[in-house]
């Protein structure tokens, strides 16, 4: 095979709750997983050397990507030549649409993709059991990149059991010029909790339930994201933003992951095309809006 692109998707969070940091650093999560219609395109030709290009269009911001071993893409091919003792080159070119620094795992996505991507150019048939494994060790997102649909997140994130759920949701995107860094925040929150009892962190039942019964009312009443208050404390101004799409008719507003993109729950696509109107119009944006779920990284074209 000389090329192959694979396409992965943003995640959001419908929940997200998030325990006390653990000795090793990280957080206890419990969160549900929803791979939405946004994509990163990830395409890997066999080269020499390991090099990685980043395009986007205006829309993104890719200032803050590197290009070098400090991406994730790269350090996923790594990876995976390490993992068989092998010494491989590739040419990785991302083709980003997933916010950077947004909340929404594009990085996780790349890596996932990367992993998929350079198993097949390699011709290496990686267990997809080995590969989700790889994944963890990544970050704590990039298994469920792999996987997709909606799933529960517990451990770190990284364990990952999908969930059956019924219909597709529409959600509108509202991106920030400015991005989160994802341990700022967190290092929010454990400040805010310094010296208190923090529980583990659960599911709740009501979120389970309005997933079961594809109720979008009632899931926009139980969005619910631990890591907001501490987002909303480095950007306060996201608070008015949640509260405009409210005002424009969504069923329920949360910051995405460690944000600062926003997101907006909507009854379909119509309606989806109509708040994020409303948030246009109030000057408010960049804004999109996506299906979920939708399925994890696939091969989307190879040529050879
Ligand atoms: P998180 O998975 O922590 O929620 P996020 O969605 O907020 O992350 P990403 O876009 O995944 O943010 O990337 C966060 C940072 O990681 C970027 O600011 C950038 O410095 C670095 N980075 C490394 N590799 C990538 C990549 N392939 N795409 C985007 N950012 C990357």
New binding site residues.
């Given amino acids: 095979m000389s090329s192959l692109t694979v396409t992965a998707p943003a995640k959001i969070n419908l929940c997200l709750g998030v325990g006390a940091r653990r000795p090793d650093g990280f957080h206890p999560l419990a969160t549900v997983y929803q791979a939405i219609g946004l994509y990163?395109r990830v395409t890997v030709s066999p080269a020499d050397d390991l090099s990685l290009e980043?395009r986007a269009d205006d829309r993104l911001c890719?200032a803050?990507?590197?290009t070098d071993g400090?991406?994730?893409?790269v350090r996923a091919a790594l990876l995976l030549a390490r993992h068989h003792g092998v010494e491989r080159g590739a040419h990785i070119v991302?083709d980003?649409g997933?916010?950077?620094?947004?909340?929404?795992?594009?990085?996780?996505a790349?890596?996932a993709a990367t992993l998929l991507a350079c198993d097949a150019v390699w011709g290496l048939a990686t267990p997809r059991a080995e590969l989700a494994g790889l994944a963890a060790e990544l970050?704590s997102?990039v298994p469920f990149a792999l996987v997709g649909g909606t799933a529960i997140g517990s451990g770190r994130g990284e364990v990952v059991t999908p969930l059956m759920t019924r219909g597709t949701y529409w959600w509108v995107v509202l991106e920030s010029a400015q991005?989160?860094?994802?341990p700022r925040v967190y290092a929010e929150f454990d400040a805010m909790h310094a010296g208190a009892e923090v529980g583990d962190p659960e599911i709740p039942d009501a979120l389970i339930a309005a997933l079961l019964g594809h109720d979008v009312s009632d899931l926009g009443a139980v969005l619910s994201n631990d890591l907001q208050a501490a987002a909303l404390r480095l950007r306060p101004e996201l608070a008015d933003v949640l509260a405009v799409g409210i005002a424009h008719s969504a069923h329920g507003a949360v910051l995405s992951?460690?944000g600062p993109s926003c997101l907006f729950l909507c009854a379909n696509r119509s309606h989806a095309q109509r708040v994020a109107g409303g948030l246009g119009a109030e000057g408010l944006g960049p804004v999109s809006f996506a299906p979920g779920p939708v399925r994890g990284a696939h091969a989307t074209a190879s040529e050879g």
């Fill in positions: 990163d980043v890719v803050g990507v590197p400090a991406n994730i893409a991302l980003k997933i916010p950077v620094a947004g909340g929404m795992a594009g990085g996780s790349d890596a970050g997102d991005g989160l860094s994802t992951g460690s």
